[in-house]
């Protein structure tokens, strides 16, 4: 008896050993931090909680960085060497969230627009950017407001393809709701805007980032998990979301971008507050967690953001920025993280083009999802009998073109041409 007793704690402390190194948790708690090669700080700043990427129509290297701190109210506008170009002082007061957008149609002429929350005034600004100066010029007509009455908390931009249109996104402070706004050509140069959406359910969100190559709309709930909307027709929809997190995320669950790759892949980067961590999940579905990195300096982190674009010498294969909790934010060469996590390095990446053909002009409808040319499940275009990410792959790769092959190639509606309304039907039927 006493043989099998021992034997059976031999084998039940074995289980618990096994059971806590393979724990998220625990093992994130070994993670070597790189080392930022550069700390953006101006000698004013205080708290620069967020930060933007400009990149440069021209000469990639004459990029930008653009922090917002909340705490003095100033935008700050590095070069990529670390010193200010300019410091921004028109805020309205509390600069939250920034973000950038390209080409926005404003008096006949495509500007590049930065824009972020007033986070006490519950109102949005908009600024244009200068290429030649690389300046930035307050162009919003100062009644973009974030109804209802609550202060503003996290904020992000929004192009989408079908209807062509701007959005920004809102979430309000104390788990209030999140509100969507059109951005439109105000007349005189500037531009306004007006709610379309609005909806509630969630608790504090502040981290929110948006795929315009594919139509959804990533939000942080600090409290975790991250809520992924579909955004296809313009208008968010609440009731798509689809949860990501797999048990790594640590709240509070902060900052949140992307890696926008040539080919509309990439990976979703998140800042684990909790434990100063970044999680990389695929940009694809199903969303599968690539691996957690640390910054040496960096903690309490809450906006991060990251490029794919060859920078020039001084971020030859893009870069990964991160706030440290205080006054500055740091650098970390993307092909650092790429290599130790065996992570796609793709300059190729345009921000204002080449990064995918548009969506037809038009609303994509809700379709009902007609059985595929070759029989199976509608949406499963490599017949594993599954609709999952690689029925997505095959869709994205055969995009905006003429097949003749149908389902294998992505052309779920059969009409010989691989576009949008074939991705609705992937969407209406994935995990099934």
């Known amino acids: 008896m006493a043989q099998k007793i021992l034997i059976f704690l031999i084998l039940f402390i074995s289980f618990i050993l096994n059971f806590s190194t393979s724990s998220p948790t625990l093992a994130q708690s070994n993670v070597s931090p790189y080392s930022a090669t550069k700390i953006y700080k101006n000698s004013t700043a ?59 149609p404003l008096s006949g002429q495509l500007v590049d627009i930065v824009a972020f929350n007033d986070r006490g005034g519950g109102i949005i600004r908009v600024f244009k950017v200068d290429p030649q100066s690389r300046t930035l010029t307050r162009i919003d007509n100062g009644s973009i407001t974030t109804s209802p009455a609550i202060p503003n908390y996290g904020f992000a931009l929004y192009y989408n393809k079908t209807s062509q249109k701007f959005y920004a996104f809102a979430s309000k402070d104390n788990g209030g709701p999140v509100v969507q706004i059109e951005l439109t050509d105000a007349g005189g140069a500037k531009i306004g805007g007006s709610v379309v959406k609005s909806w509630t359910g969630w608790t504090q969100t502040e981290g929110i980032v948006a795929d315009d190559d594919h139509g959804f709309v990533f939000f942080a709930v600090e409290a975790k998990p991250i809520h992924k909307l579909n955004c296809q027709t313009g208008i968010c929809d609440p009731n798509s979301s689809v949860d990501i997190d797999g048990g790594f995320l640590n709240a509070d669950v902060e900052g949140i971008t992307l890696y926008r790759t040539a080919n509309q892949s990439g990976y979703l980067l998140v800042s684990s507050q909790g434990a100063s961590e970044f999680e990389i999940y695929d940009r694809l579905p199903p ?30 294969q893009g870069v990964f920025l991160a706030h440290s909790g205080g006054a500055s934010f740091l ?51 490599n017949g594993d009998g599954l609709v999952d990410g690689p029925d997505y792959v095959i869709w994205l790769n055969h995009y905006n073109q003429s097949v003749s092959n149908g389902v294998a190639s992505g052309d779920f509606d059969g009409n010989g041409f691989v576009d949008g309304p074939d991705y609705v039907i992937w969407l209406n039927n994935y995990g099934k």
């Open 331 to 381: 650098a970390v060469p993307w092909q650092y993280i790429a290599q130790q996590f065996n992570l796609t390095i793709d300059t190729n990446w345009n921000p204002r083009g080449n990064g995918g053909s548009p969506w037809p002009t038009g609303t994509l409808p809700t379709l009902s999802s007609p059985p595929p040319t070759g029989g199976g499940k509608p949406g499963d275009a």
């Open 46 to 104: 205080s708290n620069q909680d967020d930060m933007a990427i400009w990149i440069h129509p021209t000469d990639k290297s004459k990029s930008t960085l653009i922090g917002s701190d909340k705490v003095n109210g100033n935008v700050y506008v590095y070069d990529l060497s670390g010193s200010t170009i300019q410091t921004v002082t028109d805020t309205g007061g509390q600069p939250g969230n920034i973000d950038v957008r390209y080409n926005f």
């Open 287 to 316: 969303h599968a967690h690539k691996g957690v990195f640390k910054i040496s300096l960096s903690s309490s982190t809450d906006g991060i953001d990251v490029t794919s674009v060859n920078l020039g010498s001084a971020y030859p």
